[in-house]
Nanobody
Framework: QVQLVESGGRLVQAGDSLKLPCAASGHSFSTYTMGWFRQAPGKEREFVAAITWNTEGTYYADSVKGRFAISRDNAKKTVYLQMNNLKPEDTALYYC????WGLGSPESGDYDYWGQGTQVTVSS
């Protein structure tokens, strides 16, 4: 089992950058594919990015491709989401999630463990 805690969310202006860490506790972090999802008010949760357990694969939603980057530090048991050139439509509650031995699925149902989320608000 793994516990996840996101942090780093805050109010920023359009065009700013922000890096969200997600710290994991528990065992075998290196066996978990990690994903970032987000949910805006009144909308369904959507996939943002994922990085496989062996770091060989990174995947992004079309809406963030070229602006966001996912990375992980297994020694620190932390996954990061670097967000550049933020737009008002990026405003959402951002969650990280873990899927053991996962393939980097964009489906939230494939992830077994979730954090509580961190709020990112982008003003225009």
């Amino acid at each position: 089992q793994v516990q996840l805690v996101e942090s780093g969310g805050r109010l920023v202006q359009a065009g700013d950058s922000l890096k969200l860490p997600c710290a994991a506790s528990g065992h075998s972090f290196s066996t978990y594919t990690m994903g970032w999802f987000r949910q805006a008010p009144g909308k369904e949760r959507e996939f943002v990015a994922a990085i496989t357990w062996n770091t060989e694969g990174t995947y992004y939603a079309d809406s963030v491709k070229g602006r966001f980057a996912i990375s992980r530090d297994n020694a620190k048991k932390t996954v990061y989401l670097q967000m550049n050139n933020l737009k008002p439509e990026d405003t959402a509650l951002y969650y990280c999630a873990a899927d053991q031995w996962g393939l980097g699925s964009p489906e939230s149902g494939d992830y077994d463990y979730w954090g509580q989320g961190t709020q990112v608000t982008v003003s225009s």
